[in-house]
């Protein structure tokens, strides 16, 4: 409840702001500042999770599903030549330059499609991005040679850029962002489970080949796209628009008013209570050019994409390689076994999810000791899967459930970390903009896997004892570089330190006035660490 004032819950929005409007003119022009207890805070974050999270989850999930599908097409059915690569008449050359091309689009569109997002509704071009991703799903269904295929993955890339980063984004819309890294992790955990449940359930698609003249393969394209479209349009209906003070009514304009609405996140006190708690975010300044040339050229920028590229092209290289890497263990193994040995990479990925980011929310200081340690066991999963004995493969297997295992909370704290940096830094535009380079250009690691090593390294890719060995030994070089730069960065931030810039419009993030001497209630908070403090066996009954 409110500290020193009268309870809130049977006034309206409007007579709530009203009344802090009188407070205000009667103590003079400072602002009011109302503390709640961090129980009713936390309650109201609780109920913003119920409304966000699953859909992200969701919609995370099919489109990951349909961004990696690729890679299980290239062994689905291939005991009778029903695999992407015989039907098609592929060599490892067009899937690598297929694969790639994603990326590449990926990258050049992925900050104009943030910016964007930052402009417009965010609700709306979160659900365009999902029901784009399906109609080029589905499309995946009829391709009939290797242009058709490099032409598709190029425009998947095209459509679903700035997904991720947006949903970084959005996040900051609604939480501090010392709170998003729990948030992130929630959702991301969507992208271990599809990894883990599409490679289940291909098996099933495998039993479906040739029914209704299909091959297998061909019912996982088109299912998983047509179930994003059906999503896509749901997401408008679901998603809440950024929030508005307590008592100001949402206009409805332009394309807008054809779209239909969507409920408000929060009614009552609960609103005054997040406004109150995140004033930052309920008075956005307007963005230039000469701004977003500010946030481009800060050189937190650079660590921050060197951690992501080696831990993504990591990521990337075992989804779409993992069941060829598996095969290449014991190359008697069926289409169905690879798929469900193929499984519990990601179930242990999620397991280091849902245990890592909370804890790493909860000392959002030592971000890059939680990130390093993670890098460590991936890099000790790759040692074990390229020198354990060929004699027992099951050693190497164990090795990728290592790999598994530590890229988990990677991408979620190194995401968390740039929206923390960026929104205290340049404000709404440096989250936008930041966090859509570090995922696309951190993405480069995505291309570097699949077009230059692994089946695009073809020397290195010949069955034998030293598949993939040579690439293997690269990744590990790359993520040793990803440890570097989170302790140069770590570093870098003690001795300059991370003050609000004053080059810009939109740089005072935690304030609402333009002074850097009021912080909302977030902010406040954020000055120190939680700890383990008020977890469940140290709440007071």
């Given at each position: 409840?409110?500290h020193?004032?009268a ?37 109201v ?13 969701i ?22 030549g ?12 067009d ?23 930052s ?5 709306v071009?979160m ?27 190029f425009?998947?890339?095209v ?7 947006g ?15 729990k ?17 289940l ?33 749901t ?5 809440p628009e950024?929030?508005?003070?307590p ?9 807008m008013?054809?779209?239909?609405p969507?409920?408000?996140a ?25 701004d ?8 937190r ?6 951690m ?19 095969r ?23 397991i ?9 929310d ?7 000791l ?18 354990a004995?060929?004699s027992?493969?099951w050693?190497?297997?164990g ?5 598994g ?7 979620p ?8 940096i960026?929104?205290?830094r ?5 989250v936008?903009a930041?966090s ?7 993405n ?6 699949t077009?230059?090593?692994y089946?695009?390294?073809p ?6 004892p030293?598949?993939?060995r ?26 300059v330190g ?27 908070r954020?000055?120190?660490q939680?700890?383990f ?9």
């Open positions: 409840m409110a020193g004032s309870p809130a819950e049977d006034k309206t929005p409007a007579e709530i702001t009203a009344d802090h409007d009188v407070a205000t003119r009667e103590e003079g022009p400072q602002l009011v500042q109302t503390e709640y207890d961090i129980e009713r805070i936390e309650a974050y609780r109920k913003l999770d119920l409304r966000i999270i699953p859909a992200f989850w919609l995370y999930f099919l489109c990951s599903a349909i961004r990696s599908n690729i890679g299980l097409a290239q062994t689905m059915n291939a005991d009778v029903h695999d992407l690569m015989t039907m098609l008449g592929l060599s490892s050359n899937i690598s330059t297929a694969l790639a091309l994603f990326y590449v689009s990926y990258v050049i569109f992925d900050c104009p499609s943030n910016l964007v997002m402009r417009l509704s965010p609700r071009w659900a365009r991005i999902v029901f784009a991703v399906g109609v080029i799903g589905a499309c995946f269904t009829v391709v009939q040679a290797a242009w058709s295929l490099k032409l598709l993955r425009l998947l890339g459509v679903i850029a700035g997904m991720w980063p949903m970084s984004y959005y996040l900051t819309l609604f939480y501090p962002p010392s709170r998003t890294g948030r992130i992790g929630q959702y991301f955990t969507a992208a271990q489970v599809s990894a883990a449940v599409v490679g359930v291909s098996a099933g698609f495998q039993l479906m080949d040739g029914v209704g003249g299909l091959v297998g393969f061909q019912w996982m394209f088109l299912i998983y796209g047509l179930l994003a479209v059906l999503l896509g349009w997401l408008l209906w679901w998603l950024r929030p508005l003070p008592g100001v009514e949402r206009s409805r304009s332009g394309f008013k054809w779209l239909p969507t409920p408000e929060l009614t009552g006190e609960d609103a005054l209570i997040h406004y109150e708690d995140l004033k930052r975010v309920y008075y956005p300044r307007p963005w230039t050019l000469k977003l040339g500010f946030v481009l050229v800060d050189w920028l650079w660590p921050l994409t060197l992501y590229f080696g831990v993504v092209g990591v990521g990337i290289g075992t989804q779409l390689y993992g069941t060829v890497i598996i290449g263990i014991n190359p008697s193994f069926t289409g169905v076994q690879l798929s469900l040995l193929f499984a519990p990479i990601w179930i242990m990925d999620l280091a999810i849902l245990l890592v980011t909370p804890i790493s909860r000392f959002h200081r030592l971000r890059p939680f990130f390093s340690c993670a890098v460590c066991i991936q890099i000790a999963g790759l040692l074990t899967v390229t020198f004995p060929t027992n493969p050693a190497r297997y090795g990728l459930l290592m790999v295992f530590g890229l988990g909370p990677t991408v704290i190194c995401m968390t970390w740039t929206n923390e960026f929104q205290h340049h404000g709404e535009v440096g936008a930041a859509a380079l570090v995922s696309g250009l951190g480069l690691g995505s291309i570097t896997t077009y230059a090593l089946t695009g390294w020397a290195d890719a010949a069955s034998g030293y598949q993939y040579r690439s293997n030994l690269v990744m590990i070089g790359i993520l040793c570089v990803s440890i570097l730069s989170s302790i140069v960065m770590f570093v870098a931030l003690k001795v991370n003050k609000p810039s004053h080059k810009i419009s939109s740089s005072a993030a935690s304030t609402t006035d333009g002074s850097d001497g009021f912080q909302d209630g977030a902010a406040r954020e000055l120190q939680r700890g403090g008020r977890m469940w066996w140290s709440k007071r009954t």
